[in-house]
């Protein structure tokens, strides 16, 4: 088996490499950036708005992980370009290649805005809180074209944090184990259909529904509670009336993202 894996040098990329590993299985790595291959691995550098290095990319690959594009807010016609119209690129290529299975890297960011209240279902309907958070609604619903149209199984994983350990209280909440994120990577690769799947833990203190990834095999194992202790005497009991813990989407959806900061910024 054969996974391309776009975006493979960023955060979540590096953290999947040595987990998604396993015998009688070859995981291509495609970013901008060079990526040196270890065993069992092949690097391609290039640009995911590149329809023709994605179509050759896509050559003899099973499933494709498509972490890829801008992993915070960014002005819009970056996003509009790397994020969104990168996604498309990426979808046509694998359709073209007849790729079967796409796996795309979605957000807590595209229902941002929806308030904290009880555990939130896997379809919660959009609520985008940047520009960022738009592109992840969109690449939800390119997902959805190319499933129903042309037939590839497509799950989109809403995640959280994914990082080694929670960094803040709210990430209590939020935290997608790495070994968990590789979990559900597996589940989503071999799923038929299309899916909206929250990428998070099987935390304590968790917001989001577990319906949907259970549903499509998964199957979490940690809990960020064992980190609570420590980040509660660093940070405090969060306080879920006032932010980063009211909206789903936290600082995300503060007045420093707003599009005349951004413009002041660049």
Same mark, same amino acid.
């Given at each position: 088996m054969r996974i391309l894996i776009t975006g493979a040098a960023g955060g979540v990329g590096t953290l999947l490499r040595p987990r998604l590993a396993r015998e009688g299985r070859v995981l291509r790595l495609l970013d901008v950036t060079p990526v040196e291959p270890g065993p069992g691995e092949e690097a391609v550098t290039a640009d995911i708005t590149d329809q023709d290095a994605m179509v050759k990319a896509m050559d003899g690959v099973d499933a494709v992980l498509h972490l890829g594009g801008h992993s915070t807010e960014h002005p819009w016609d970056d996003i509009l370009q790397v994020n969104i119209n990168g996604t498309y690129v990426v979808l046509e290529a694998a359709r073209r290649a007849g790729v079967r299975h796409v796996v795309l890297a979605s957000s807590n960011h595209a229902v941002g805005f929806h308030p904290r209240t009880g555990e939130a279902p896997d379809y919660l309907f959009p609520r985008p809180d940047t520009f960022y958070g738009v592109s992840k609604v969109t690449n939800e619903a390119l997902?959805?074209?190319?499933?129903?149209? @042309?037939? &590839?199984? !497509?799950?989109? &994983?809403?995640? %959280?944090?994914?990082? /080694?350990?929670?960094?803040?209280?709210?990430?209590?909440? $939020?935290?997608? $184990?790495?070994?968990?994120?590789?979990?559900? !990577? /597996?589940? $989503?690769?071999?799923? /038929? %259909? @299309?899916?909206? !799947?929250?990428? !998070?833990?099987?935390?304590?203190?968790?917001?989001?529904? &577990?319906?949907?990834?259970?549903?499509? %095999?998964?199957?979490?194992?940690?809990?960020? /509670?064992?980190f609570a202790a420590e980040l509660i005497a660093q940070y405090g009991e969060p306080d879920p009336g006032t932010p980063p813990h009211s909206l789903l989407g936290g600082s995300f959806c503060g007045p420093q993202l707003d599009v005349d900061n951004l413009t002041r910024e660049r």
């Open positions: 997902g959805s074209l190319y499933h129903d149209r @042309y037939g &590839l199984a !497509v799950t989109c &994983l809403r995640i %959280g944090s994914c990082f /080694e350990r929670p960094r803040d209280t709210r990430m209590l909440s $939020s935290w997608l $184990s790495p070994d968990d994120c590789a979990r559900l !990577v /597996e589940a $989503s690769i071999a799923a /038929e %259909g @299309y899916h909206v !799947v929250w990428g !998070v833990s099987a935390n304590t203190r968790r917001w989001w529904s &577990l319906e949907e990834g259970r549903a499509i %095999g998964f199957e979490p194992q940690d809990d960020s /509670e064992v």
